[in-house]
């Protein structure tokens, strides 16, 4: 089966399903007793996170960021794992790197796979973890250096072109606090349920690191979400300045005309000897002068009231 990989290790055996499709979740119906409720869950679309201790094994449900580079967003995978006393189970779209090198390190290198030997699957299952959860730090680098890029872009007079950079950004922030939201939760709840399930584990030290690791992961979204969001509220404010300048340049515009417009239809009135210069040979130069003046004034009134 292409999609499916057994690596034993001594006494441990993980079985590393990397896709979901129907034969892969009939594989774990026919070779594992898990409950139905389970499978189904490793069977569906990306769920909420969650764990849950059911005797004989353990069932974990994460979500982990997929970062696009194409498209340069980021999209959800999940990661479903089954600890049992001797066996591990991972099911994923083989979308997370991270895992994808585990697995080849333990089928190249024989020293990584000494490293795990014999041990039991809570240690794998952390690793796997952890590693799952480092891989994260680039897509906050990326994160970093677009809100960065923005930044610098921000008062170059391309507030309508950052709008979508804005909200992709945005996007992408979303999506990853959706995923990484129960992370520590759950690790926190599978440190306590381990404690009764493997005795003697000895791994307070990795779990304490995946538990930072997650808490710095939480708190670099939090501020990547501050800064963007302070961002976006520079940039529409900048927009309403320029939009308000228009209007007022506009508006300016349109009162400094109107008076001429008023007194060029008055001279304009087809009546005979009732307007002034009519029969003026500086009729027309004399009612030009007036406009200029008044235009003149105007521009003075506004002038001396800081309007303009």
Do not use: C
Not at 143 to 154: A, G, K, M, P
Request: glycine share 2%; charged share 25%; proline share 3%.
């Amino acid at each position: 089966m292409e999609h499916i990989r057994t690596i034993t290790l001594g006494k441990l055996t993980w079985y590393n399903l990397s896709n979901n499709s129907e034969e892969e979740i009939r594989y774990l119906r026919d070779n594992f007793h898990f409950d139905k409720s389970d499978v189904l869950d490793a069977a569906n679309p990306p769920l909420r996170p969650k764990i849950e201790f059911l005797g004989d094994y353990i069932f974990i449900i994460l979500l982990f960021p997929v970062y696009h580079k194409k498209t340069q967003s980021i999209s959800s995978t999940e990661l479903d794992i089954f600890l049992g006393k001797d066996f591990l189970v991972t099911v994923h779209k083989n979308e997370i790197n991270a895992i994808k090198d585990i697995a080849q390190h333990m089928e190249n290198k024989s020293e990584f796979r000494n490293r795990f030997r014999n041990t039991n699957p809570l240690a794998l299952a952390l690793h796997i973890l952890q590693e799952s959860v480092v891989s994260i730090y680039p897509m906050l680098n990326h994160i970093s250096w677009d809100i960065d890029n923005i930044d610098s872009e921000l008062f170059n007079r391309r507030e309508r072109e950052l709008i979508h950079k804005i909200l992709s950004i945005k996007r992408n922030i979303v999506d990853m606090r959706k995923n990484m939201m129960t992370h520590k939760n759950v690790i926190k709840e599978l440190f306590l349920i381990s404690k009764n399930y493997y005795r003697n584990n000895k791994l307070d030290t990795v779990f304490n690191q995946l538990i930072t690791h997650t808490r710095d992961i939480w708190d670099q979204l939090e501020n990547h979400k501050d800064t963007i969001d302070a961002i976006q509220e520079t940039n529409e404010s900048l927009i309403t300045f320029r939009l308000n300048d228009i209007m007022k340049t506009l508006t300016i515009f349109s009162v400094t005309v109107f008076p001429l417009t008023l007194l060029a239809a008055i001279f304009g009135m087809n009546t005979i000897n009732a307007m002034p210069f009519v029969n003026s040979s500086y009729g027309f130069w004399k009612v030009i002068g007036i406009m200029g003046a008044g235009t003149a004034y105007m521009f003075y009134w506004f002038k001396k009231h800081k309007w303009i």
